[in-house]
């Protein structure tokens, strides 16, 4: 089946802990994106790669890092999470076609106390 | 800059029809897709325009001007299932793949 996988799902933290959300995908697709969600603010793009070895910065990349070294995961990195950073986490990935929609992860919804 | 406005909640009956609209303003346009969300889920794909007109996809049809900045999403024949968030999202330029997302409008379908 066709999916993108986050984990973990959920997780609650304290601030300064570095963490690392993973992705993963199994459509051999070229383009990979994070994004976070907050009430009132939509979906804002963190960070995106279009392929490996390839990651540019979305709109809200302030405290995160990102890799691509295969292919199929891209690994979000919160290096010294702050309270700010509480958010619902999607990681996406779509085909280089520029008709093709992205595909998204269930989500991980993280907490920073 | 960019900007994509969506009216924030809609209300409508089971088997209606409800229009919700987008507007844009971006740098360049490359695009314009319309997701689904339902509460706590992912976002999932409905509809992508970049040519003026109608795409029509069942219950669902999506509508583009691109000279107007201006988008809809149609959805017929209502159904309780249909309550949800949609979300218009605008390809400009810089980066192939970046995508725009407006803030979304909450759909409550009632009986």
């Known amino acids: 089946e066709a999916q993108v996988t986050q984990n973990p799902r959920y997780l609650i933290t304290v601030t300064g802990k570095k963490l690392t959300v993973t992705c993963s995908q199994n459509?051999?697709?070229?383009?990979m994106s994070w994004y976070r969600q907050d009430p009132g603010l939509g979906l804002r793009q963190i960070y995106y790669s279009m392929n490996v070895e390839v990651t540019d910065k979305g709109d809200v990349p302030e405290g995160y890092k990102v890799s691509r070294k295969e292919k199929r995961n891209f690994p979000l990195i919160l290096e010294s999470p702050s309270p700010n950073q509480t958010s619902l986490y999607f990681c996406?990935?779509?085909?280089?076609?520029?008709?093709?929609?992205?595909?998204f992860g269930d989500g991980t919804r993280l907490s920073i106390l | 800059g960019q900007n994509i406005d969506q009216p924030t909640e809609m209300t409508a009956t089971e088997g209606a029809i409800v229009q919700i609209n987008c507007t844009y303003q971006?740098?360049?346009?490359?695009?314009l897709f319309w997701y689904q969300q339902h509460a706590g889920e992912a976002p999932t794909f409905l509809s992508y325009n970049v040519l003026d007109g109608l795409e029509e996809k069942g219950r669902f049809s999506s509508f583009l001007s691109r000279s107007k900045g201006y988008s809809y999403l149609l959805l017929k024949e209502l159904q309780m299932k249909d309550s949800a968030s949609y979300l218009c999202a605008v390809r400009g330029w810089g980066g192939f793949q970046k995508l725009v997302f407006g803030t979304g409008t909450r759909l409550l379908v009632s009986p």
């Open positions: 459509m051999n697709h070229e383009y």
């Open positions: 971006t740098s360049g346009f490359n695009g």
């Open positions: 996406a990935s779509s085909s280089d076609h520029s008709n093709q929609p992205q595909h």
